[in-house]
């Protein structure tokens, strides 16, 4: 519902032409329809990282609909989101999507994107509705420098300055901390940024021959951490990569910069809880394979190449039955089924997402209207923030959510 407009002549200025730049300027103009709205992008590319996103299908959001399970997907900034949804969540961004035209379906993991598979509808839609609501877009327009005044701030570009009532800022991560020192300059906290969502790096260990193997669930354990998730693993040519492996590097973002990704992981690839019940698997399965080569026989359901490598490296013939078991490799297979040890050593920034886990520290906006609290007048949205979530559409529903709040300009 439109609100009245308060503002008739309100001038807000957006900097950053990305997912939150254009999501707050559609806010803006759906709360104040007479405020004169202008993003300002400082490359000669708008919507850069939503053409490329989700392998060039743009996963714009995700289908889990309740805003305290939705909270739940961000290692940074849960609290603060869960308030935040209760304003704009995941449903909310399906229906924005379907009232201009765009329909979004959702795969067997949730994930949800435009029926077309293509993040072209996505930058069209914003295109037409940037037109249609008459905002002003300027490319090749950098703002490095905001002074605030009594009644609003002022904006350093390149070759002038100009007065507006209201700025949102939505430039997105940096790699870098001095990449927020404009902001950090107005008086801004800034947790220092590191990425999140990458794959772990095992140089030198032969399971790098697996490379292109999924096992479809799978336990990992960061070894001196609480850290473990389970889900699937891919094996690449440079270590593992797969949803497991990415949910944990964005739950230890910072951890595993501190230890500068090198660290060691636990693998349970059976996901059967203990050794116990391992045990007790294959005593009754033994009867019917006893008499069948290990390699051929596998009561796991590993795939066989995994299966193969697993025997090899618990030193097991693949010419030996399972009746030739000894003792001694029967509990080195366990082992290694339960509790195998990989050395990780750098990452690989993950392609299809990688988000920065860092920005403007949290305690410095109010959620309620990302409105900074120090400095009045300026709304934060997106990636700028210290909020990010794990893979599956939640940055982006991030973006939708934060901008459509910043917005209304409470
Ligand atoms: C390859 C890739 C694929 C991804 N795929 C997905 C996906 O499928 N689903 C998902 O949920 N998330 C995905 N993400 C994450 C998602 O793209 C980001 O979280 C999201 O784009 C953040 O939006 P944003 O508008 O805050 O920042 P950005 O998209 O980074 O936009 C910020 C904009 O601000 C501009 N800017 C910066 N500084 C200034 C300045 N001083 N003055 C003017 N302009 C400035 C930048 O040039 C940029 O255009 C992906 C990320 C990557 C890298």
Not at 62 to 88: I, T
Not at 209 to 234: F, N
Not at 236 to 259: F, N, V, Y
Not at 271 to 295: G, H, M, Q, W
């Amino acid at each position: 519902m439109e609100k009245s407009d308060s503002y008739s002549k309100l001038k807000v200025a957006i900097i950053g032409g990305g997912a939150a730049g254009f999501f707050a300027a559609f806010s803006v103009k759906e709360h104040h329809k007479n405020a004169d709205v202008v993003i300002y992008e400082k490359s000669s590319k708008l919507l850069a990282k939503v053409k490329v996103s989700g392998g060039g299908r743009c996963n714009v959001t995700n289908s889990c609909f309740s805003a305290s399970k939705l909270s739940k997907f961000y290692p940074r900034g849960e609290k603060n989101m869960k308030k935040a949804f209760s304003v704009f969540q995941a449903k909310d961004t399906v229906v924005w999507f379907e009232e201009r035209g765009v329909k979004l379906k959702a795969e067997d993991d949730n994930r949800m994107f435009p029926t077309t598979d293509n993040s072209q509808t996505i930058i069209d839609c914003f295109q037409r509705e940037v037109v249609e609501k008459g905002i002003r877009v300027i490319t090749q327009t950098p703002v490095n420098k905001l002074i605030p005044n009594s009644s609003g701030i002022t904006l350093r570009l390149d070759d002038r300055s100009e007065n507006f009532d209201k700025v949102i800022i939505s430039t997105g991560g940096s790699p870098k901390e001095t990449g927020f020192k404009w902001l950090k300059d107005l008086g801004h906290s800034i947790t220092p940024p590191v990425p999140s969502l990458f794959t772990f790096n095992i140089p030198g260990n032969p399971i790098r021959k697996l490379m292109g193997l999924v096992i479809d669930s799978a336990t990992v354990r960061i070894q001196g951490t609480k850290l473990s998730y389970t889900g699937p693993i891919l094996m690449t040519h440079w270590g593992m990569s797969g949803p497991a492996i990415l949910k944990l590097s964005a739950w230890g973002a910072r951890i595993l910069a501190e230890r500068d990704y090198k660290f060691n992981i636990q693998i349970n690839w059976v996901s059967i809880k203990n050794e116990e019940e391992v045990n007790s698997l294959l005593d009754s399965e033994l009867p019917t394979i006893r008499r069948k080569k290990i390699i051929n026989a596998n009561p796991f359901g590993l795939p066989n190449r995994m299966w193969a490598f697993l025997l090899r490296k618990a030193e097991i013939s693949h010419d030996s039955l399972w009746l030739e078991l000894s003792k001694k490799s029967r509990n080195k297979l366990i082992n290694l089924l339960l509790n195998d040890v990989y050395e990780v050593s750098g990452k690989t920034t993950f392609k299809e997402e990688f988000v920065t886990c860092g920005g403007i520290s949290l305690s410095d906006i109010d959620f309620d209207s990302m409105e900074s609290r120090v400095c009045k007048h300026l709304y934060f949205a997106g990636e700028v923030i210290d909020v990010d979530g794990i893979t599956g559409g939640f940055n982006f529903q991030a973006a939708w959510t934060t901008a459509y709040i910043a917005g209304k300009l409470n």
